[in-house]
Nanobody, 124 residues
Framework: QVQLVESGGGLVQAGDSLRLSCAAS????????MGWFRQTPGKERTFVAG????????DYANSVEGRFTISRDNAKNMSYLEMTSLKPEDTAVYYC?????????????????WGQGTQVTVSS
């Protein structure tokens, strides 16, 4: 079955870096635009970054622009989110998402498949 599995979350200090990974299975990965969202308790899931299926266009939330980088490895069916200069306000559960063929969207409803999430906690 189609599945996305995140890994790489953890507890870090402000200013540290962390790389999240998303392993995809059960799908033709190269056809999927991949994205990352995050969510904190009691709040809506918000867009972090998206990478077009072609790999040619990446989009970022203003809050992470210049600090986070999304990438993909089609040969390994993997998506990554490299996070640098982490801040306490980056603390959240991070979710990997996939969308067949489409352009990246900040709207969660636009994404077809989701992972289970990985916790990132940034201490001050």
């Amino acid at each position: 079955q189609v599945q996305l599995v995140e890994s790489g979350g953890g507890l870090v200090q402000a200013g540290d870096s962390l790389r999240l990974s998303c392993a995809a299975s059960g799908l033709t990965f190269s056809r999927y635009t991949m994205g990352w969202f995050r969510q904190t308790p009691g709040k809506e899931r918000t867009f972090v970054a998206g990478l077009h299926w072609s790999g040619r266009k990446a989009d970022y939330a203003n809050s992470v622009e210049g600090r986070f980088t999304i990438s993909r490895d089609n040969a390994k069916n993997m998506s990554y989110l490299e996070m640098t200069s982490l801040k306490p306000e980056d603390t959240a559960v991070y979710y990997c998402a996939g969308m067949l063929w489409g352009a990246s969207s900040p709207r969660p409803v636009a994404w077809r498949i989701w992972g289970q999430g990985t916790q990132v906690t940034v201490s001050s």
